[in-house]
């Protein structure tokens, strides 16, 4: 089965400053890469995704990047602002399993003013 | 709004007492999910729902069940609770869309076993 493995496990940055987190997966299959921001007591809650066929996409300070042959996606964070303290979760799936996802182990961001 | 609610979302048990918890949807989303999430970890898939189609994970106790009577509910029954089933449960949603399926999650429900 798929296996998603994340890094850093912690993340510390001073505002303003930019934080990346890498995700390594496993199943050549999967297809859509989904990254959530989980804050304390609340749901994950999805800030950015990607497919297969795109190697990267951006949103505002948000920006996801693909190497399907390499088979890792990174989650860049730049001008890092106070609320963007969480957990972030990668995660994998693929089309034939119905969505289900694979999720890393998660890396807890913290910004400091 | 279109939405994913979960009812209650803070449950307290004794062990070993039946408990329900129950997830409804106004997406009109054909697959469902269960996952549960304890302290510092990423959320574990318990089952899943295709339709009226149930898909139970491997590794999921045979203490975890589920009902999905309809498109919109969904039902956790976890038959004899033990302290360590206290976790946060949460539900999601999706349907594919471009190829994929992008899950909406539920503010989940805090279960406490005493």
């Known amino acids: 089965g798929e296996n998603v493995e994340q890094h850093p496990s912690t993340l510390s940055v001073q505002e303003g400053d930019s934080a990346v987190i890498k995700c390594t997966y496993s199943d050549s299959a999967s297809n859509y890469f989904p990254w959530y921001k989980q804050e304390l007591g609340k749901r994950p809650q999805l800030i950015i995704d990607i497919r297969s066929n795109v190697g990267e996409k951006k949103d505002q300070r948000i920006a996801v990047t693909l190497n399907k042959t390499a088979k890792h996606f990174s989650l860049h964070i730049t001008e890092t602002q106070p609320e963007d303290s969480a957990v972030y979760f990668c995660a994998a799936s693929r089309t034939d399993s119905w969505g289900k996802l694979q999720f890393g182990a998660g890396t807890q961001v913290v910004v400091t003013p | 709004d279109a939405m994913v609610i979960q009812n209650p979302r803070y449950q307290v048990t004794q062990f070993g007492k039946p408990v329900t918890l129950s997830c409804s949807q106004t997406l009109n989303h054909n697959v469902m999910y269960w996952y549960q999430q304890k302290s510092s970890q990423a959320p574990k898939l318990l089952f899943h729902?295709?339709?009226?189609?149930?898909?139970n994970e491997a590794d999921t106790p045979d203490n975890f069940q589920s009902r999905r009577p309809n498109t919109s509910f969904c039902f956790l029954d976890i038959r004899s609770p033990g302290l360590g089933d206290a976790a946060m449960y949460l539900c999601a949603t999706s349907r594919r869309f471009r190829g994929s399926y992008e899950q909406y999650f539920g503010p989940g429900t805090r279960l406490t076993v005493t």
């Open positions: 729902y295709y339709d009226k189609d149930f898909n």
